[in-house]
């Protein structure tokens, strides 16, 4: 019974698993249609009220309503599944940016901060402009690639946005105009939510018309094309549209002046991509995630030009030496992003021109040149969105050059790419994340960089090295530190941060007008802080390599000029030296990570560790670490315990170190690595009581009952040793097993354990961790804890439970009583109510009868107790054994 259980729970909960995507997939779907109904539906009432002398909505509370409708549409565009990379997550996340920027305007407006007869207009266009023609590009190919549905709500959101342009642009279109265009859009919207609401709430059998045709379409092509496209990417290319929009409209005369008005376009769409370069490393596309994260920082940058001229006359200038570094590794990213895909290669090569441009104008964004530039952004970003976006869907793909260059460099030995379900294997356990450490590396270089101009000590301002040194090292670093801690690096993820910090605060305090004041003891204390925080750091990355003990140990450079510029004491250049030093260390880091995680080889290595420890192994094994939701692993799990190996598994409690009975050498090898005391003997695990069939008899019928009624479940069995336990094939290696006069044995409640005894048979557990430490509870402490000593750990996150298992007394179960060497995640009463439920099977009430008192005379000759009641055995409860860890943890 037990054994039907475990094998058919995985099946089972795949079926719900599957019907409950399919419901979150219908419900975020809802949350989207509606989210643009009401986007939709606030602008129609405002365009119908606007000829009045009070508008209906005032502009201040237009604004925050779509702000909160913007936060709405991006949930409903992030929390889309990856498998079916609808339409949607691109359509949600352009409106959410749109109406985000849009809302921020308005509030400006309401707050005077637009006081011009033509600034709401100047302010306005660029955006809407830019948002018609993407939505007009989600359209297109909406109704290309089988989704009408969506194609036909972008495009009614598109012809909106283009009628309000005109009205900006024109007098003769009134305003009732746009507002019957919104009107559309909301009735639109609505209509299809609706139908996808019946839908579900009739699972399927009842469906507006037009709403479940085209909902079949989009799975059905989203199972046909879903694969390794990153379809977070064609929003990213969207969002440099906007930005070059904004520079654009100014170049080709369209809006006046670049003023505060453009500054929430500008900052949107760099907020907004920085949350595309977070969800990019979820799709695994460590590269554009890269990219994305380089053109938030111009973003920032330039929101922070055009907004710096509001207190202050002067226009900022742009450190040049930093833009040089950027254009560096803007072309060193395209040049391996043309690995992947070469049309991407060729476009961030736009940004290369783009950071010389800036770097040649003394005015940077505000100069023609750079604009002129920003032109090009825009034609291409659209192009390069529009591929993308067609073959997120489409079947036939649009040919992007990597099949040629894929074949050029398969004829070079030396140049062969990194593929297959390793590369973006995380350093310990299962991370839903790819490796951040090249954007890491490279917020480090242009950090350290942007600290090489030091601008008019009167006018700290007066350069633009807040957004460099605060948005690239501390936020898009922070991003770094925390992608690295989902992928197990805790020295990594640890450094990452705290120079994040550093960067944020010296960024702020240095360049913000408190430099004079914030020179202080105090100042000086916090640093050396710091500094002793980083001393650990460098301490541990003697471990790792070579290369991060230099990269941590040249910043303990940069922490000593913060230091010595806070006590007044800072030599002429050092500053600059220090600088330079961490920056080019920082380079080669990054030109490292890029290479290691493109190719096979390793061009240019971290170097090995400076200090190895035995018994931890300081990085250089290898042990294999398998995500626990996928079959394939436990399958390879279950080939390496039939091969002789010893892997960690997870449990319904905690992580434990398992060996196959069938594999006497296995055993003993568990033993050895765990240095198994002799007080703790290892336990048995089986699936199902089929396994133990051919040996039933040797087992009592109330003992055996027992067992079928207790498991699965967390409860561990001790039960007398007999001949029983040569049926496991263990041989010499049964001494390891339990004690000579009784055994541990159990059969857990978890799926992914039943179904790997399944495939290899009983096996021989124990804690995954070394005698007398603590229960170990994370896939990743199995390594921690045991080194190499394991082959393989089977990675599911944090265990459900951190109480061990009840282990009961079983060797005198035939006399009507039971004892608890540990009372763990089953209480005893629980256990006791199970034996009460078996033994009312067995007992039977003595009568005069001649039937009733074989019958009892039966039960007694096979060792049951008389009960001391009617009906009802004594449950008679010994003393505890004295030491609670005489049997098996679990």
């Avoid at 019946?198 to 079949?216: H, M, N, Q, Y």
């Avoid at 633009?464 to 898009?476: E, F, Q, S, Y």
Wanted: proline share 6%; charged share 15%; hydrophobic share 50%.
């Amino acid at each position: 019974m037990g054994g039907k259980r475990g094998s058919t729970q995985p099946s089972a909960g795949a079926g719900r698993a599957g019907m409950g995507d399919s419901g979150a997939e219908s419900l975020h779907s809802c949350i989207g249609l509606l989210g643009i109904s009401a986007g939709s539906l606030l602008l129609a009432v405002h365009f119908y009220s606007s000829a009045q002398a009070a508008p209906l909505i005032p502009s201040t509370a237009l604004g925050v309503l779509l702000l909160l409708v913007s936060a709405l549409l991006a949930y409903a565009g992030i929390r889309r599944s990856l498998r079916n990379a609808s339409l949607l997550v691109a359509l949600c996340l352009t409106l959410s940016a749109l109406w985000s920027g849009y809302g921020v305007i308005l509030i400006l407006a309401g707050h005077g901060a637009l006081p011009g007869p033509g600034d709401a207009r100047d302010a306005l266009v660029p955006g809407l402009a830019t948002f018609t023609l993407a939505l007009l590009l989600l359209a297109v190919v909406g109704f290309l690639c089988g989704e009408p549905l969506l194609g036909l709500v972008a495009a009614a959101v598109s012809l909106a946005s283009a009628h309000e342009v005109a009205l900006h642009c024109s007098s003769s279109l009134g305003p009732s105009a746009v507002a019957c265009a919104h009107l559309s859009v909301c009735l639109l919207g609505g209509y299809f939510a609706l139908g996808r609401i019946l839908r579900l709430l009739t699972r399927g059998s009842f469906a507006l018309p037009g709403t479940d045709v085209a909902e079949k379409k989009a799975q059905e092509q989203g199972r046909g094309s879903a694969g390794s496209t990153n379809p977070f990417a064609a929003p990213g290319l969207l969002l440099n549209m906007l930005s070059a929009s904004v520079f654009c409209c100014r170049l080709l005369g369209v809006t006046h002046r670049l003023f505060l008005g453009h500054v929430p376009w500008l900052w949107a769409a760099g907020t907004y991509q920085i949350g595309i370069c977070v969800l990019s490393y979820r799709a695994m596309d460590a590269l554009m995630a890269t990219a994305f994260g380089f053109t938030s920082i111009l973003k920032f940058a330039a929101g922070y030009c055009l907004l710096y001229p509001a207190w202050q006359p002067q226009e900022p200038s742009l450190p040049t030496p930093f833009l040089v570094v950027f254009s560096i590794l803007f072309a060193v990213l395209a040049l391996f992003i043309s690995l992947q895909s070469p049309v991407d290669g060729l476009y961030l090569l736009v940004f290369v021109a783009y950071c010389i441009a800036l770097a040649c104008s003394p005015r940077g964004f505000f100069a023609g040149g750079p604009q002129g530039v920003a032109v090009a952004i825009f034609v291409s970003s659209a192009l390069v969105a529009l591929i993308h976006l067609y073959n997120v869907r489409a079947r036939a793909k649009i040919p992007t050059g990597k099949g040629a260059v894929k074949a050029l460099l398969a004829r070079s030995s030396l140049l062969k790419l990194r593929e297959g379900p390793d590369l973006h294997a995380p350093y310990l356990g299962y991370s839903k994340y790819a490796d951040a450490e090249v954007l890491a590396y490279a917020c480090s270089v242009l950090a350290s960089f942007a600290l090489t101009a030091s601008g008019d000590p009167q006018a700290p301002l007066a350069t633009v090295v807040i957004p460099w040194v605060v948005v690239a090292g501390g936020i898009l670093k922070l991003l770094g530190g925390s992608v690295a801690f989902a992928r197990g690096k805790t020295l990594e993820s640890s450094a990452f941060i705290l120079y994040s910090v550093m960067w944020i605060i010296w960024g702020l305090t240095r360049y913000s007008g408190l430099c004079g004041t914030a020179r202080s003891f105090h100042t000086a204390v916090g640093i050396i802080s710091f500094m002793l925080f980083n001393s650990f750091i460098v301490f541990c990355s003697l471990f790792l390599n070579m290369a991060w003990f230099f990269y941590s140990l040249t910043f303990m450079l940069i922490a000593i000029s913060f230091l010595l510029d806070a006590i007044h004491a800072l030599p002429t250049g050092y500053d600059i030296a220090a600088t330079l030093i961490f920056g080019l260390v920082s380079f080669y880091c990054f030109l490292a990570a890029l290479a290691s995680s493109t190719f096979e080889a390793c061009c240019l290595p971290m170097g090995r560790p400076m200090v190895q420890l035995s018994g931890v192994g300081a990085g250089t094994t290898k042990c294999l670490h398998l995500p626990a939701r996928k079959a394939s692993s436990v399958k390879r799990i279950a080939d390496i315990l039939r091969n002789g190996g010893t892997c960690g598994i997870p449990t319904d409690t905690v992580y434990v170190l398992v060996a196959a009975c069938s594999r006497p050498d296995a055993v003993e090898k568990a033993h050895r690595s765990k240095r198994q005391a002799q007080d703790r003997p290892m336990s048995l695990w089986i699936s199902s009581l089929k396994q133990l069939e051919p040996a039933r008899h040797l087992f009592t019928p109330l003992l055996w009952d027992f067992m079928e009624a207790a498991w699965p479940s967390p409860i561990s069995l001790v039960i007398p040793r007999g001949e029983w336990v040569d049926f496991l094939g263990m041989k010499d290696s049964a001494k390891y097993v339990g004690t000579p006069q009784s055994v541990a044995i159990r059969i857990p409640d978890c799926s992914v354990t039943t179904h790997l005894i399944d495939l290899v048979g009983p096996i021989v557990v124990t804690s995954a961790n070394p005698t007398g430490e603590a229960d170990t509870t994370h896939h990743n402490q199995v390594y921690a804890k045991l080194g190499d000593k394991v082959d393989a750990v089977l990675c599911a996150g944090p265990s459900p439970e951190n109480i061990a298992s009840t282990v009961v007394d079983c060797t005198k179960i035939d006399s009507g009583s039971i004892g608890f060497f540990r009372v763990g995640i089953i209480p005893k009463s629980q256990v006791l109510q199970i034996l009460e439920q078996v033994q009312k099977k067995h007992l039977v009430v003595p009568s005069s009868g001649p039937g009733p008192r074989k019958g009892w005379e039966e039960l007694q000759s096979r060792g049951h107790a008389v009960p001391n009641g009617v009906g009802r055995a004594a449950l008679v409860e010994p003393d505890p054994d004295p030491d609670p860890e005489h049997h098996t943890r679990f």
